[in-house]
């Protein structure tokens, strides 16, 4: 079957049952009609003037995973490389679009952690916690899927657009909508299928207890893949959400060495440096360098920080091998 006719088959109506069936077993159940395959054959011309490539479920590279979510996409844009679809250890991160710095910062230094130690990182390009977990990535390995909710040729939002480009050097961007689609509100909640399905387990950053990162821990739970969830202030709304999913039974993680470990990824070995330490880090680490171990209230009383700062703070001196968690809100020094 021509490309045209697969792309046409996007415009006609299936069951869940009947694509699921054709995706699965790689086989057409009906010609399309006329009318879809002119509609075929101007995506293509758009595809074609926009550098935007073409993934149909047809294809060796199209990911096993996709076989699984209610309604699989027949067909898939993207801009990128094809093969960190294919890479084994796939982990999403998300979380809400307005993060607390604390957040940004968590969904950073995990998502570079796990990179760097052969993880591939999906998330949807959304403001917030997805851009820090995409710029993680980035500054890794760069392997990270960004899997968008309008057309690839339409960035949203638009401010990523540069974060977006990086992306395509050694990750992709893909999109089961065709070039000039608009990012309406009903395609993120789909969009989210896809994440949830790429991903072997899905990691919760900062949620508030309404958000739409509880559609993707629903698609997640519903097709069996684990849920990660880090623990926040227990003051703070964007900690509702994370907090609820531990409560209810999602993975507690704390590092990005402890999830490497829930994967059965063992962790590798890194030169260790000369780390300049600057303001709060270097505040801290100096407390207890002279107290020797604290909890984070008296960490917290000494420099003078609101709690989201400081456990943000002691979360990067711990990424840097410099502070160790004892558990109960206690660090000490290595």
């Not at 949203?156 to 992306?167: A, M, T």
């Not at 990162?213 to 703070?236: N, Y």
């Not at 709060?280 to 609101?306: A, H, M, Q, T």
């Amino acid at each position: 079957m021509k490309l045209e006719e697969i792309v046409a088959l996007t415009f006609e109506r299936f069951k869940n049952d009947e694509i699921k069936r054709m995706v699965k077993e790689k086989r057409i159940e009906k010609e399309p009609k006329k009318e879809n395959i002119l509609k075929a054959q101007r995506i293509l011309e758009e595809c074609e003037k926009k550098k935007i490539k073409i993934l149909t479920f047809m294809d060796k590279e199209y990911p096993v995973e996709f076989t699984i979510p209610y309604y699989p996409p027949l067909v898939l844009y993207y801009r990128g490389q094809p093969s960190v679809l294919k890479k084994r250890r796939k982990i999403a991160i998300i979380g809400t679009r307005k993060p607390t710095k604390y957040g940004r910062d968590v969904a950073y230094i995990f998502s570079k952690k796990l990179s760097l130690n052969g993880v591939v990182i999906v998330s949807g390009g959304a403001r917030g916690i997805d851009t820090m977990a995409h710029k993680g990535a980035i500054d890794g390995t760069g392997e990270t899927v960004c899997i968008l909710g309008s057309g690839i040729d339409v960035p949203y939002p638009p401010e990523n657009k540069r974060v977006f480009r990086q992306i395509e050097e050694k990750g992709i961007l893909i999109s089961e909508y065709p070039p000039g689609t608009k990012p309406f509100a009903y395609h993120f909640p789909m969009r989210n299928r896809l994440i949830a399905s790429l991903s072997e387990g899905v990691v919760v950053v900062e949620a508030g207890e309404k958000s739409g990162t509880f559609i993707t821990v629903k698609w997640a739970l519903d097709i069996g893949r684990d849920i990660f969830a880090i623990p926040g202030d227990i003051f703070s709304k964007k900690s509702k959400g994370p907090n609820f999913l531990i409560r209810e039974g999602a993975r507690l993680i704390s590092t990005p060495e402890e999830l490497l470990y829930d994967m059965g990824i063992e962790i590798l070995k890194e030169e260790k440096k000369e780390i300049e330490l600057k303001g709060i880090e270097k505040e801290i680490y100096e407390f207890l360098k002279e107290k020797g171990r604290k909890s984070v209230d008296e960490i917290k009383s000494y420099v003078n920080k609101n709690t989201g700062e400081v456990l943000s703070a002691l979360l990067n001196l711990e990424i840097k091998g410099i502070v160790r968690n004892e558990g109960f809100g206690i660090y000490s020094l290595k």
